[in-house]
Structures are given as structure tokens and as C-alpha cells.
């Protein structure tokens, strides 16, 4: 087996989740049998932002930050050729990935992903506890006045605000963190850049 088909089939199960949730919709059903339709997650929209980085750098800062909790290398996944975007995902266990969507040309970040597989068992709790604090660690990449601490609880009060919510966001100046919790399918945070509207005169 390749090592391209390996990466696939470890990234395969974040990418199906990701697909059937609101914050990762790149396309709806094309059968809504009459239901309203979902809208597209932010950062798949016309002109949505990007960070002011590449996923390359994002990686070494995160990583000298956490260096206990770190995330190994990005993996692309195959995207139509139209596509805006490039994905790339990275295993960090076996119930727990990072993933990315980037845009293409510039390598700019348009999202960054933390996703949970709930897994059951005595093992259970002290695998969200991990998840939840790689969450707290993307956090605070992106909001340096908080400690350690702080991120946690922030993140915890968010999962709890989104909980059984496929798009519950806070924005917080330039920066959207978002939760989607889809229960036994997964739990997802992001964090995204937003658009600032100038004032008027």
C-alpha cells in the first residue's frame, strides 16, 4: 500500500464527518426532499478571508508552543480540479485529527480544525480531556493573552454553549471560533478569520 493511500484511508473518517457537518458543507445534497437548506460554512464563501500564514508556519509555531502536544505533518486530500481550496488533514490518534482547508495559490489558512471521534469505555474521558485541550492549544495560538488555563475553560464554555449544535460560533476581534457537535459522529472546533467592516465615516 502507497503511502498516499495510507494517509487517505487515516484521514477518511475526519473528512466524512466534516462532510455531513454544517461548519464543512462545500456543496448541498442535491435532493433537499423539500428541507431547508443548510447554509455553506463562512470560510467557503466568495472572498472569505484567510490568515495571515502558511499551514507550514502555523505548524512550527504551534508546535514549539505544545511541544507534548504537537501535530504531525499535513497530508493533502484529493479535491476537484475547480476547487478554491486545497484540504489536508493530520492524525494526531486514532480518535483524534487535525485538518485544514487552504487557499489555493498562496497556501494561506482558511480554517483549522480540531476533531473528535467520541470513542467509549474507561478510556473515554481522558480522550476528550486530550481533545479538549488541543482545542485549548489552537486557541491560544490565535488569542496570545490567554493562559493556558483560561483557554481551557474557554473552550469548555464554548462546548457547552454548542452542544447538539452542528454551527455554534463566538467571534472574538478578527477571529471566529466555532463548535460542531454532531454526538456520536464527532465534535469539532474551529477557528477561522473574520472579515472586519470598516466603519463608516
Known amino acids: 500500500m502507497t503511502v498516499a493511500k495510507s494517509i487517505l484511508q487515516l484521514a477518511l473518517p475526519v473528512l466524512l464527518i466534516l462532510a455531513n457537518q454544517n461548519i464543512a458543507l462545500a456543496n448541498p445534497p442535491a435532493d433537499h426532499s423539500g428541507a431547508e437548506e443548510m447554509p455553506k460554512a463562512p470560510y467557503l464563501l466568495a472572498g472569505a478571508p484567510t490568515f495571515e500564514t502558511t499551514l507550514i508556519n502555523f505548524r512550527a509555531k504551534y508546535n514549539e508552543a505544545n511541544p507534548t502536544q504537537q501535530i ?5 486530500i484529493s479535491e476537484p480540479a475547480n476547487s478554491s ?9 486514532e480518535n483524534l485529527y487535525a485538518s485544514t ?12 480544525q480540531i476533531t473528535y471521534l467520541p470513542i467509549q469505555g474507561s478510556e473515554e474521558k481522558a ?6 485541550r488541543y482545542m485549548a492549544n489552537l486557541m ?4 496570545a493573552t490567554l493562559s493556558p488555563e483560561q483557554s481551557l475553560a474557554k473552550v469548555t464554555s464554548l462546548i457547552e ?12 476581534g478578527a ?3 466555532v463548535i460542531s457537535d454532531n454526538g456520536e459522529k ?3 472546533f474551529a477557528v477561522e478569520p473574520v472579515k472586519l467592516a470598516l466603519a463608516e465615516p
Open 101 to 112: 482547508a487552504l487557499e489555493k495559490g498562496t497556501g494561506k489558512i482558511k480554517t483549522l
Open 140 to 143: 491560544r495560538q490565535f488569542d
Open 161 to 172: 454553549k454548542g452542544k447538539g449544535q452542528q454551527f455554534y460560533k463566538q467571534e472574538v
Open 186 to 188: 464527532g465534535l469539532t
Open 127 to 132: 480522550a476528550r480531556a486530550l481533545a479538549v
Open 85 to 93: 481550496l486545497t484540504r489536508a488533514a493530520s492524525k494526531i490518534n
Open 72 to 76: 504531525g505533518e499535513f497530508r493533502a
Open 175 to 177: 477571529v471566529r471560533f
